[in-house]
């Protein structure tokens, strides 16, 4: 028992190495090549160890979190990345997204399986404080690669500062001060010209 | 004061971007290139989550494992990779990398740069259940992948069993079940010739 156990869980740990080969549209802060989704998880779970502080909620369950934030792009092994300003992929995400964490987590034990299935879930619905504080860390670590590439991934893409605001502005029910951290730089990117002007 | 604490939170946040450039000897399983220090550390913190079980000692605290994987490899910021089995590298490794936390960890507030500090030295000391566990599976995940890419980094600097048995056998002091996985498929991957044969 014990012994098919630990191979289904190695068995999962081989598989998700292929996270690594996910690439996003987010540059790394260096240019030098797309950011993957693994080490952009590593990346999130750095940002909920040191900003903690900042979720909505006081004495949020950070471990919650960083583990939402550790599972939370394993569903693109299967569906690759979704551009975050792409509404059409978008619209189907969720159910491409879905039936990729069935068939990704039923690898594992049972009990770790429920485990995985149900921080994937939280993370998605945004159905409490720590899920929302993982959704606003998520958001907001692809503006910081966007400000400290001048705009790369945004101005390859067409993406305006109105998008940005609008798709981003859920960073608030997460983390307040966070959100008016990032409304700080989002308009210092405008001025910059790394976004393209609002209509006015 | 928040202000300034932020400040200097962000800026460390975009200071580690630079580990997702810090390659390791390791190949990726699927053997596209090397793998990088974040990813790395990304793998290592899903493995804690799912191999809690198997620590030496019961009732371990899988947080303080999954910060100490999280933050080990950030002073490869500065040093960059040392190959485990680079014995002259290996000789002032120490030295370097405590400069090396030094220099990065007093980005951040005093609180937090203490709470890093002492989690780095923990983790290099394996003066804890915690740190032993951590350690474990720092040595356990590059054997996966030298496994499943049929000994690609063993090969290429001439890597020997008696090498991978006497740098990794400590495994056992943090997870006795892991170490027995890892013997049993390091004996099959020299019998698959992944591996130099132990002199005999």
């Given at each position: 028992m014990t012994a098919d156990r630990l191979a289904r869980q190695?068995?999962?740990?081989v598989e998700i190495d292929k996270l690594k080969g996910v690439f996003r549209r987010t540059y790394l802060m260096d240019r030098s090549r797309h950011e993957n989704s693994a080490e952009h998880s590593w990346h999130l779970a750095m940002m909920a160890l040191?900003?903690?502080?900042?979720?909505?909620?006081?004495?949020?369950?950070?471990?919650?979190?960083?583990?939402?934030?550790?599972?939370?792009?394993?569903?693109e092994i299967e569906t690759g990345d979704t551009f975050f300003y792409d509404q059409a992929g978008q619209a189907?995400?969720?159910?491409?997204?879905?039936?990729?964490?069935?068939?990704l987590f039923v690898l594992l034990p049972a009990d770790q399986?429920?485990?995985?299935?149900?921080?994937?879930?939280?993370f998605e619905s945004r159905s409490t404080s720590e899920a929302r504080f993982a959704a606003a860390l998520d958001r907001l670590q692809p503006l910081l690669h966007n400000y400290h590439t001048?705009?790369?991934?945004?101005?390859?893409?067409?993406?305006?500062?109105?998008?940005?605001?609008?798709?981003?502005?859920?960073?608030?029910?997460?983390a307040p001060q966070l959100w008016d951290y990032a409304e700080r730089f989002i308009r210092d990117a405008v001025e910059k010209g790394y976004l393209t002007k609002l209509n006015t």
């Amino acid at each position: 028992m014990t012994a098919d156990r630990l191979a289904r869980q190695i068995r999962f740990i081989v598989e998700i190495d292929k996270l690594k080969g996910v690439f996003r549209r987010t540059y790394l802060m260096d240019r030098s090549r797309h950011e993957n989704s693994a080490e952009h998880s590593w990346h999130l779970a750095m940002m909920a160890l040191l900003l903690g502080e900042y979720a909505a909620e006081r004495d949020i369950d950070v471990f919650r979190v960083i583990k939402m934030v550790l599972i939370h792009d394993l569903v693109e092994i299967e569906t690759g990345d979704t551009f975050f300003y792409d509404q059409a992929g978008q619209a189907d995400r969720p159910e491409r997204e879905r039936l990729a964490a069935e068939r990704l987590f039923v690898l594992l034990p049972a009990d770790q399986e429920s485990e995985f299935r149900k921080l994937w879930e939280e993370f998605e619905s945004r159905s409490t404080s720590e899920a929302r504080f993982a959704a606003a860390l998520d958001r907001l670590q692809p503006l910081l690669h966007n400000y400290h590439t001048q705009g790369a991934a945004w101005r390859e893409h067409g993406v305006t500062a109105e998008q940005v605001i609008s798709r981003n502005r859920h960073i608030a029910e997460g983390a307040p001060q966070l959100w008016d951290y990032a409304e700080r730089f989002i308009r210092d990117a405008v001025e910059k010209g790394y976004l393209t002007k609002l209509n006015t």
